[in-house]
């Protein structure tokens, strides 16, 4: 009687385990899961980045005035020599040597907006007439809307074999940081004043770019050192 009660025990026991267990699945183990497929999508590209398509390939860089400083022409002058040509130059422009071969010489203003750098050029071969350079300078510059410069205060005077021409544009500084280079400048209330010397072999440039506020107070001096240009 005890052996029959043990065997049917066990039988219970047995059955109770087959019907809760069930069939073995297969295991659920979410780190072994396929990764979703990468997206060949590309990210939009960042509007006014210079690398984006149809997007400007030209940067505009601006820069700190150097020293700015009040200034009050003293109207002392000095004269000054420059591969055969004489001028008159005020007192407080610092003559430096050209900072590279084609420049003759190079003269610092001191100014509210900063230091300006007068630079005298000569190219051989002549580097085009004073009507070519002066249309060439205009495209260096806009309008405070952004139009293009069509007009500049230029003027021309004969003295003896030499022609000047002198020219003054206001506006917003766009001209190439480099020559050739894409990055531009921006920077709005610039001048430019010029002189274009003809009649001495190849033309001479004498050419300032700078912030308005330093070149207002050279502006009639630099006139001055125009009329005073002669052969040396």
Not at 88 to 114: C, D, H, I, Y
Request: net charge neutral.
């Amino acid at each position: 009687m005890r052996l029959l009660c043990t065997c049917i025990a066990l039988f219970t026991l047995a059955c109770q385990g087959a019907s809760t267990s069930g069939p073995a699945g297969p295991a659920s183990d979410v780190s072994k899961a396929p990764p979703p497929p990468e997206s060949s999508a590309k990210p939009p590209a960042i509007a006014g980045s210079p690398h984006a398509p149809g997007g400007p390939r030209a940067t505009a860089t601006t820069r700190a005035p150097v020293n700015p400083q009040p200034i009050t022409p003293s109207g002392q002058l000095r004269p000054e020599t420059i591969e055969g040509l004489a001028a008159q130059v005020p007192g407080e422009w610092t003559r430096k040597p050209g900072s590279n071969p084609m420049r003759l010489a190079e003269f610092t203003m001191p100014g509210p907006g900063g230091e300006v750098t007068l630079v005298v050029s000569r190219f051989a071969g002549g580097g085009g007439d004073a009507a070519s350079n002066v249309n060439r300078w205009k495209t260096q510059f806009t309008r405070p809307d952004g139009g293009p410069v069509e007009l500049a205060n230029e003027r021309t005077s004969v003295r003896g074999s030499l022609t000047v021409t002198t020219v003054d544009i206001v506006g917003t500084n766009i001209a190439s940081v480099t020559p050739g280079s894409p990055e531009r400048y921006h920077k709005p209330d610039s001048r430019l004043l010029g002189a274009i010397v003809e009649g001495a072999g190849d033309p001479f440039f004498f050419k300032v770019v700078g912030p308005a506020k330093t070149l207002d107070v050279w502006e009639p001096a630099f006139r001055s050192f125009a009329d005073s240009i002669a052969p040396g």
